[in-house]
């Protein structure tokens, strides 16, 4: 199992930018695929951005070139930097953690709230 703390979220106006850093309580450089999902009210859970062990990144279709996912195994971390924030990026975001090529349960954190309104 993997503890993931997430942090970096908040209240931003439409337009802005915010930086998600997500850290681990133990080495990534094995997790398969590192990423972000976010969940909006009354919607499901929804893919965002991962990157896998190789380095390949895959984002969710609504990104549209806005945001750019960071994986950097030295600290344990991957960061999601969001330029371009609309109002209907409002949700609440959570890391992941994907080893589910080996058998393995997804890892998440607890959720943090982004909220882009003016």
């Known amino acids: 199992q993997v503890k993931l703390v997430e942090s970096g979220g908040g209240l931003v106006q439409p337009g802005g930018s915010l930086r998600l850093s997500c850290t681990a309580d133990?080495?990534?450089?094995?997790?398969?695929?590192m990423g972000w999902y976010r969940q909006a009210p009354g919607k499901q859970r929804e893919l965002v951005a991962t990157v896998n062990i190789t380095g390949t990144a895959t984002y969710g279709d609504f990104v549209k070139g806005r945001f750019t996912i960071i994986r950097d195994n030295a600290k344990s971390s991957v960061y999601l930097q969001m330029n371009g924030l609309e109002v209907a990026d409002t949700a609440v975001y959570f890391c992941n953690g994907d080893d589910t090529i080996y058998g393995l349960p997804p890892y998440w954190g607890q959720g943090i709230e982004v909220t882009v309104s003016s």
């Open positions: 133990r080495s990534t450089y094995s997790i398969y695929a």
